[in-house]
């Protein structure tokens, strides 16, 4: 057994615990109330009517409850598991065992050893090799087209990167739309109209094209995709892609975030990677079209960089690579907040481990209430005040959300 710390420990179990060589998971060791109190979350794979399902089995106070959720769904679902307050987590999987303890002091330890699930994976109908919404295995023409896999179909080396990022960012969106339980969810079906999805600096498109490949082709679901990035250039190449494809109901335009005006307000607006403030351009962009869900991954960060100075914090603003990470965790905190003001339920999370990216962070919201929560704006005014910057968040979200701060 090997032992190792990590700052992206959050990933490194998302990825063991959606994975198709999952077995089980068993959360452990609340620090503080699981609400209801429940002492012990166990989830594993079953199969019901012969789909692939996750059953979780609450346990505390002597009673245990047991929710089935369909698979499309667990991602979610363990995200808000996870965001709980277990100190122990142990996933079991086909390849291996992974243990994390969170210590009192909030350090985390992590162990990693063989698989001590006994025997063959279980005989349940899924892909053997990973689990992601565009299978890593085989030809596939459209992801050969698009340039991620060659001729035999195997993804490129130089795409391997990207590949994991498009696969991982989209098993986080898809259960938003597809979702067919719980809070109200984004049901194409139940909209008199196909879904509108914005992606925003979309650049090569590769989450573009692949996100309208799962939900089009794949889940069959009536939606209408479009991209917009500001280069001329990659919008020319999106559109000759597109065109080979045969893909019409795909869009692209030249266009600055901000002032883009889509033909219909957005159902749901993404960016992967946009540049700096362009994220926030992006989350603004949702909020004001009233979007009913929001998912973006920031990239770089430079707006409070050199805007963020208190007395407490000079040993660590000195240096300057924790200074930036400083500024880059209250930059996408002001985002949040801000999401969260404006009614939006909001989770920060890591959507695919640091190697696949070090920009591995993600936003995702879903839009479930009226704007004024009033503890959000207490947080983000208190927040602002301490730092004593102005987020551009704020200044985009503009006269919608200066009533309340
Ligand atoms: C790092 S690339 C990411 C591209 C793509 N989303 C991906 O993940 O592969 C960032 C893209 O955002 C675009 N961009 C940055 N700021 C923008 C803005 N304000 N409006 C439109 N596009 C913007 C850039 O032109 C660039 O293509």
Same mark, same amino acid.
């Given at each position: 057994m090997s032992s190792t710390h990590s700052d992206n420990w959050q990933a490194m179990v998302r990825e063991a615990a959606i994975g198709a060589a999952f077995r089980r998971l068993t959360l452990s060791a609340p620090a503080g109330a699981a609400e209801p109190p429940w002492e012990k979350i166990v989830a594993r794979p079953v199969e019901i009517r012969s789909d692939r399902c996750i059953q979780v089995t609450y346990s505390g106070g002597g009673k245990n409850n047991v929710r089935n959720f369909r698979e499309r769904e667990w991602p979610r679902q363990f995200d808000d598991l996870l965001a709980g307050p277990f100190t122990q987590i142990h996933v079991q999987t086909a390849d291996g065992d992974l243990h994390i303890r969170i210590t009192r002091k909030g350090r985390v330890l992590i162990s990693k050893g063989a698989p001590s699930v006994a025997g063959p994976a279980q005989a349940l109908p899924h892909n053997r090799t990973k689990d992601y919404p565009l299978p890593a295995d085989g030809p596939d023409s459209f992801l050969e087209a698009i340039g991620i896999k060659n001729q035999r179909?195997?993804?490129?080396?130089?795409?391997?990167?990207?590949?994991?990022?498009?696969?991982?960012?989209?098993?986080?969106?898809?259960?938003?739309?597809?979702?067919?339980?719980?809070?109200?969810?984004?049901?194409?079906?139940?909209?008199?109209r196909p879904l509108e999805i914005l992606d925003c600096g979309c650049g090569s498109a590769y989450l573009t094209f692949a996100l309208h490949h799962v939900l089009v082709h794949s889940r069959r679901i009536r939606a209408t995709l479009t991209g917009i990035d500001r280069n001329r250039e990659v919008i020319e190449k999106c559109l000759a892609l597109r065109d080979q494809l045969g893909w019409s109901d795909l869009s692209f335009h030249?266009?600055?975030?901000?002032?883009?005006?889509? $033909?219909? %307000?957005?159902? /749901?607006?993404?960016?992967?990677?946009?540049?700096?403030?362009?994220?926030?351009?992006?989350? @603004?962009?949702?909020?004001?079209?009233?979007?009913?869900?929001?998912?973006?991954a920031p990239c770089c960060q430079h707006e409070l960089h050199h805007k963020i100075k208190s007395p407490h914090f000079t040993a660590v603003l000195r240096h300057g690579i924790l200074r930036e990470r400083l500024a880059d965790i209250l930059t996408d905190t002001f985002r949040a907040l801000a999401l969260q003001?404006?009614?939006?339920?909001?989770?920060?999370?890591?959507?695919?481990?640091?190697? $696949?990216? %070090?920009?591995? /962070?993600?936003?995702?919201?879903?839009?479930?209430?009226?704007?004024?929560?009033?503890?959000? @704006?207490?947080?983000?005014?208190?927040?602002?005040?301490?730092?004593n910057v102005e987020p551009a968040i704020e200044g985009l979200l503009g006269t919608a959300f200066r009533p309340f701060v």
């Open positions: 179909g195997e993804v490129r080396p130089s795409m391997q990167a990207k590949f994991r990022q498009i696969n991982a960012f989209i098993g986080l969106v898809e259960p938003l739309v597809v979702r067919s339980t719980g809070d109200e969810p984004l049901v194409p079906a139940r909209l008199p030249v266009a600055d975030i901000g002032a883009f005006r889509p $033909a219909n %307000p957005p159902d /749901l607006v993404l960016s992967l990677h946009a540049c700096d403030t362009a994220t926030d351009e992006a989350i @603004a962009k949702g909020i004001l079209s009233n979007s009913r869900a929001i998912v973006a003001i404006m009614g939006y339920r909001t989770q920060v999370v890591e959507f695919v481990s640091a190697d $696949a990216t %070090p920009k591995n /962070l993600l936003i995702r919201a879903e839009r479930t209430q009226e704007p004024g929560n009033a503890d959000a @704006a207490r947080e983000y005014v208190e927040l602002k005040q301490f730092w």
